[in-house]
């Protein structure tokens, strides 16, 4: 464990690691709520074209992939208000075009390569420089600020807009910060799990907690902790066996999440028979004694 803490390229593997487990589920959360489990991954496609374009400028391609991907949430979100019946379209038409468009734009620079472009894809652990972590603390942070001071905001739009809109909550602004914020996070995981799998990270998690919680905030709670424990697993492992490190990371939540699953029916089961046992003694504790006859003479 020393050998693997020694290494610098692992030191910043397993920062950007934590950061990515924390951000992934944090937002993942709203999306599972909002029935948007997939909009990491489309959001994925089009940071492909950030990522190109950060290969052709010579600039720091996270910068650049974040930049692009805000703009297609945003767009994303635009289409969704405005799209009614050729939403869908629009919406595959963005997707496919960002992935395209950032293969395209790789393999016109310079500096990129098909290796360039698995690494992106897949993740790659050896490639996460220092600016790389500078850029991730710096959004992961962003991410955290939004999803943990804001929540009881998002959770309000995620769980009925019509209800948060006639309590005076600006919904269109919010739907937007969580498609941003949602941008962001592809960007925050896409150096350590890739652009092809960070939906899952987002999504797995929360689907794990959510198997044995009951509350917003304990499955908030546990969704991250699983994440984090996930991404941690997941790096050192494919540290030692030489396995993709997005791969395992997302395996080894699925594994979780059937884990999880397996314990919710017995966990289930024994929450009804303590519910049961409680109402039976409510229901002892509040039989009407009879009322004394008038005729009857009271003691004291």
């Not at 420089?129 to 600020?145: H, K």
């Amino acid at each position: 464990m020393m050998e693997l803490l020694q290494n610098p390229f692992m030191q910043r593997a397993l920062i950007a690691a934590v950061l990515v487990g924390i951000t992934a589920p944090a937002i993942g959360i709203y999306l599972v709520q909002r029935r948007q489990a997939l909009m990491g991954d489309g959001i994925g496609h089009v940071a492909m074209t950030g990522v190109g374009l950060g290969f052709l400028l010579s600039t720091n391609p996270i910068w650049m992939a974040t930049l692009v991907s805000v703009v297609g949430a945003v767009v994303m979100e635009l289409i969704r208000w405005y799209g009614k019946t050729r939403g869908d379209l629009a919406l595959a038409m963005l997707f496919y075009g960002g992935m395209a468009g950032g293969v395209m734009l790789i393999n016109l620079s310079d500096a990129g390569s098909n290796a360039n472009l698995t690494s992106y894809l897949f993740g790659s652990l050896a490639s996460v420089s220092d600016s790389d972590v500078t850029a991730i603390v710096l959004l992961a942070a962003f991410v955290v600020l939004v999803t943990v001071g804001l929540r009881r905001q998002l959770f309000a739009v995620s769980q009925d807009e019509e209800f948060a809109r006639v309590t005076g909550v600006p919904v269109r602004f919010l739907n937007l910060l969580i498609a941003v914020t949602a941008a962001v996070t592809v960007t925050v995981a896409m150096r350590v799990v890739g652009l092809l799998l960070v939906s899952a990270l987002m999504v797995v998690p929360v689907a794990a907690a959510q198997q044995i919680t009951r509350s917003f905030k304990v499955t908030f709670a546990l969704a991250v902790a699983i994440g984090t424990a996930v991404t941690l697993s997941g790096t050192v492992t494919s540290y030692y066996q030489d396995v993709p490190p997005g791969a395992t990371i997302v395996l080894l939540a699925i594994g979780v999440f059937v884990a999880l699953t397996a314990l919710a029916a017995p966990l289930a089961r024994r929450r009804a028979r303590a519910l049961r046992a409680a109402e039976e003694a409510e229901a002892a504790c509040t039989l009407r004694v009879p009322e004394a006859r008038a005729g009857d003479e009271v003691k004291v």
